[in-house]
């Protein structure tokens, strides 16, 4: 694999290279390389025989429905060989944090309902309702959507659901929103939300405790 290797040769009906030294180097033993996986469980199972890390897609429903998939991963790559240390799971989700519930509710529906409806005009969804948004800002919803506490909270709460997650994805840019409605939010996230989430992770006895949150504004 070219995360794990240091020198290519390829057969030359495809490119005739021998010997060629594979550049830049990692800076770590092998390439931090995340696989990212729908909803198969095809795809968990090979991210498991792998033993590369599960970034899972949660951008709808309850994320507690995806524990089997990430169960079935871990154990494929415990068959496999792979120790624990090498099964690590994250989520890619998408959030917004403001000072209240309310104002971070109304601030990144509009962008976020504009988005969806477009995106199920090509798989067949009908146009994204207000209703439907609330729904999963309840705690066991996709969406981090809300004030600092409430977004410490559901990432607490979806850890938990998954046995441990050590990685966050945090996309606000789906909802479109002006740079001045992304800068502010991204403090708050690593000013307020990124602390309690590591005191958590500091007293949690769960197998894996999230070691950090990548923004996407």
Same mark, same amino acid.
């Given at each position: 694999m070219l995360w794990s290797i240091t020198v290519l040769t390829v057969p030359k009906h495809c490119a005739a290279l021998t010997g060629q030294a594979v550049y830049p180097r990692p800076f770590q033993k092998s390439l931090p390389i995340w696989l990212?996986?729908?909803?198969?469980? !095809?795809?968990?199972?090979?991210?498991? &025989?792998l033993?590369?890390?599960? &970034?899972?897609?949660?951008? $709808?429903g309850e994320p507690r429905?995806? /524990?089997?998939?990430?169960?079935?991963?871990?154990? =494929?790559? /415990? /068959?496999?060989?792979?120790?624990?240390?090498?099964?690590?799971?994250?989520?890619? =989700?998408?959030?917004?944090?403001?000072?209240?519930?309310?104002? =971070?509710?109304?601030?990144?529906?509009? $962008?976020?309902?504009?988005?969806?409806?477009?995106?199920?005009?090509?798989?067949?969804?009908? *146009? !994204?309702?207000?209703?439907?948004?609330?729904?999963?800002?309840?705690?066991?919803?996709?969406? /981090?959507?809300?004030?600092?506490r409430t977004v410490t909270e559901k990432i607490h709460l979806v850890s938990e659901a998954l046995g441990?997650?050590?990685?966050?994805?945090?996309? &606000?840019?789906?909802?479109?929103? *002006?740079?001045a409605k992304r800068k502010y939010p991204t403090g708050l996230l690593g000013m307020r939300v990124a602390p309690g989430v590591r005191d958590h992770a500091a007293a949690s006895s769960a197998a894996e405790t999230l070691r950090s949150i990548r923004v996407s504004t």
């Open positions: 990212g996986v729908g909803g198969t469980p !095809t795809s968990f199972i090979r991210a498991g &025989m033993g590369l890390p599960l &970034m899972v897609a949660i951008i $709808g429905r995806f /524990r089997p998939l990430v169960d079935l991963y871990r154990e =494929a790559g /415990r /068959r496999a060989g792979h120790s624990s240390e090498q099964l690590k799971a994250g989520i890619h =989700a998408l959030g917004y944090v403001a000072d209240s519930d309310q104002q =971070a509710a109304d601030e990144f529906f509009p $962008g976020y309902a504009r988005s969806f409806t477009e995106i199920g005009k090509e798989r067949g969804w009908p *146009p !994204t309702t207000r209703r439907q948004f609330d729904a999963l800002l309840e705690p066991e919803g996709a969406l /981090r959507v809300g004030n600092p441990g997650i050590e990685r966050l994805s945090f996309q &606000m840019s789906i909802a479109s929103l *002006p740079h």
